[in-house]
């Protein structure tokens, strides 16, 4: 089993960057895959980024492809979300979540993914 915590998440003006990170429990963190999601009020969860367990392959919202980086540190059972050019359409709660196959395959269904996070708001001002 894996817990999840988020930290980062605050009140930014547009065009401002923040660096989400989701701490995770276990041992065995380096073999889930790692997903960021995010919830507006009124409307579903959605797919941000994934990366594979290795680091080696990441995917990417079209939403956000060129502003936000996906990374993780195995080592510190820990990932990360940069996010820069921040706009006020990226104000949500944002979500770190589990997946256990580790694979690098495209996974972007919340669904799929075993384990969540608690969530960190994001708000950007315009």
């Known amino acids: 089993q894996v817990q999840l915590v988020e930290s980062g998440g605050g009140l930014v003006q547009a065009g401002a960057s923040l660096r989400l990170s989701c701490a995770a429990s276990?041992?065995?963190?380096?073999?889930?895959?790692m997903g960021w999601f995010r919830q507006a009020p009124g409307k579903e969860r959605e797919f941000v980024a994934r990366?594979?367990?290795?680091?080696?392959?990441?995917y990417y919202a079209d939403s956000v492809k060129g502003r936000f980086t996906i990374s993780r540190d195995n080592a510190k059972n820990t990932v990360y979300l940069q996010m820069n050019s921040l706009k006020p359409e990226d104000t949500a709660v944002y979500y770190c979540?589990?997946?256990?196959?580790?694979?690098?395959?495209?996974?972007?269904?919340?669904?799929?993914?075993?384990?969540w996070g608690q969530g960190t708001q994001v708000s950007v001002s315009s």
């Open positions: 979540a589990a997946e256990s196959s580790g694979s690098s395959w495209y996974r972007s269904q919340p669904t799929s993914y075993d384990y």
């Open positions: 276990g041992r065995t963190f380096s073999s889930y895959a």
């Open positions: 990366i594979s367990r290795s680091g080696g392959s990441t």
